[in-house]
């Protein structure tokens, strides 16, 4: 039996490896994924630290990949600078004083506080963010869950919202949220959305933004043209709130 069915067998469905390439005076890490599943093209992009990810198809020879790394170039180099240019966030150290985002607007922390219902823990008063905790480890807590608990309202009358203004949305998807790094939603091949939590931070427009993206993945699974034309149907000035979003990413996602 083959090694490559072997894996197959196993569920090993992709192959890593590292190297460098120099661009533009500079040395690059470069990681290759090449995937042993359906994968027809070749896709770069840019890691955290402005190392370059390359995916592709297992077969795909190493004078493809060279080639799609440097006709590309110029626009590696300008993210490179982007993601060099843009602030390090530090993490929260959950203590008064700090600002924490909910729906594009920051609030400050207020912890010890005492809040009229008994049974509420979190809320936002006259521009603040009240906990009633002081402890740093309970406020982190307390602030994740009562985010979850925000999301899953918010994205669902969103989702409701907007499935019924979408003519090829036949039923409301199902609804999942996860705590994401590197992307803000996705859509399964059975229809299913799921939302990052940490999107609760952004502003209604950007939320609105990911939302009509997903639903628009259920005419067309894919970035094709007809998937475009769908957005610009759907909200024609997508590509303004798209924008916003990746302008404020890093700050969304500090934990």
Not at 130 to 150: E, G, N
Not at 203 to 232: G, K, T, W
């Amino acid at each position: 039996m083959s090694s490559s069915l072997k894996d197959l067998l196993r569920g090993n469905t992709e192959e890593k490896t590292q190297r460098s390439v120099c661009i533009g005076g500079e040395r690059l890490n470069v990681t290759l994924i090449r995937s042993r599943r359906r994968r027809r093209k070749l896709s770069l992009q840019l890691d955290a630290e402005g190392g370059l990810v390359v995916r592709a198809p297992f077969a795909a020879r190493r004078v493809e990949i060279d080639g799609l790394i440097f006709r590309n170039s110029e626009w590696i180099m300008q993210r490179r600078r982007e993601l060099q240019e843009q602030p390090r966030h530090i993490g929260f150290r959950f203590i008064d004083g700090e600002t924490h985002l909910f729906l594009g607007r920051s609030y400050v922390l207020r912890s010890g506080a005492e809040l009229i219902a008994s049974s509420q823990k979190v809320a936002i008063v006259d521009g603040e963010l009240l906990v009633q905790t002081r402890s740093p480890d309970a406020i982190s807590r307390l602030l994740q869950k009562w985010y979850c608990q925000q999301a899953q309202q918010h994205f669902q009358q969103r989702l409701v919202f907007f499935s019924a203004q979408l003519p090829w949305v036949n039923t409301i998807p199902a609804l999942r949220l996860r705590r994401m790094r590197s992307r803000w939603g996705s859509c399964s091949s059975s229809g299913r959305l799921c939302l990052n939590t940490h999107l609760i931070k952004a502003s209604e427009r950007c939320i609105d933004y990911v939302i009509v993206h997903e639903l628009c993945h259920l005419q067309e699974f894919n970035h094709s043209p007809r998937f475009y034309a769908l957005m610009d149907a759907a909200m024609p000035e997508w590509r303004e709130r798209k924008a916003e979003l990746e302008a404020c990413g890093g700050v969304i996602i500090r934990e």
